[in-house]
């Protein structure tokens, strides 16, 4: 089945550079995406998302990119922070009824900002 | 707003054992609740979709006489793990979605719950 990915596992920047996370996805019928965060022992949290009709939103120092011509999704993460620590996941979904609104998750990319 | 509470958050018990993990929506009516398994440096992998009032949907592969699902309320949704064993040992998490009428209802994210770290000895 179609799944999404990422091309990076781990990136590892110093603190107060900006930070970008890439993903690809296959299903070009999805049409909503989610970037989510993943501390170790807890569950993912909910950072920004993105409808199919948009190529850019902006949230509190988080940009999410969409190209579906590519189908590239991009979280860029703006003078990163030890606190930004953790797995990025990204999650697509396609919004119709028969789907559910199940996610299909990426891989996950190891973000570590050093000090 | 959009807080999902789960529990417990860990629990340690002997193979035969049945466990039962509680998810709840805290500050919201959840349309649809779902139930995930996640092993260590390991993306989330969906077991099941549960909607209220209505019997699970279970992702192939998933045990339904295994992993018992119920979803009894909008605000709450278990998951039972029956007779456990060293394999069935994992990170649990519950989502939620909120419930949204009218043209809205779709662009919702699923808001997780902490997840549940289960042992079985």
């Known amino acids: 089945g179609e799944s999404v990915g990422l091309h990076l596992p781990t990136l590892s920047v110093q603190e107060g550079d900006n930070s970008i996370i890439n993903c690809a996805y296959s299903?070009?019928?999805?049409?909503?995406f989610i970037w989510y965060k993943q501390e170790s022992g807890k569950g993912p949290q909910f950072i920004i998302d993105?409808?199919?009709?948009?190529d850019k939103r902006q949230g509190q120092r988080v940009t999410v990119l969409l190209n579906k011509t590519v189908k590239h999704l991009s979280l860029q993460i703006a003078a990163t922070q030890p606190g930004d620590s953790a797995v990025y996941f990204c999650?697509?979904?396609?919004?119709?009824?028969?789907?559910?609104?199940?996610?299909?998750f990426g891989k996950g990319t190891l973000l570590t900002v050093n000090p | 707003g959009a807080v999902v509470s789960q529990h417990p958050s860990r629990v340690i018990c002997k193979s035969g054992t049945s466990v039962k993990i509680e998810c709840r929506s805290l500050?919201?009516?959840?349309?649809?609740m779902f139930w995930y398994r996640q092993f260590p440096k390991q993306s989330l992998m969906l077991m099941a979709t549960?909607?209220?009032?209505?019997?699970?949907?279970?992702e192939q592969g998933v045990e339904k006489d295994k992993f018992l699902i119920n979803h009894a309320s909008l605000t709450l949704s278990t998951l039972t793990v029956t007779s456990a064993h060293p394999e069935d040992s994992s990170f649990y998490i519950c989502?939620?979605?909120?419930?949204?009428?009218?043209?809205?209802?779709?662009?919702?994210?699923?808001?997780f719950g902490d997840g549940t770290r289960l042992s079985i000895l």
């Open positions: 999650a697509e979904t396609l919004n119709s009824g028969g789907s559910n609104y199940k996610l299909t």
């Open positions: 299903n070009s019928a999805s049409d909503y």
């Open positions: 549960s909607n209220e009032g209505s019997k699970a949907t279970y």
């Open positions: 500050d919201f009516q959840a349309t649809t």
């Open positions: 989502s939620a979605r909120r419930r949204v009428g009218g043209r809205w209802n779709s662009n919702q994210p699923q808001h």
């Open positions: 993105i409808r199919s009709n948009m």
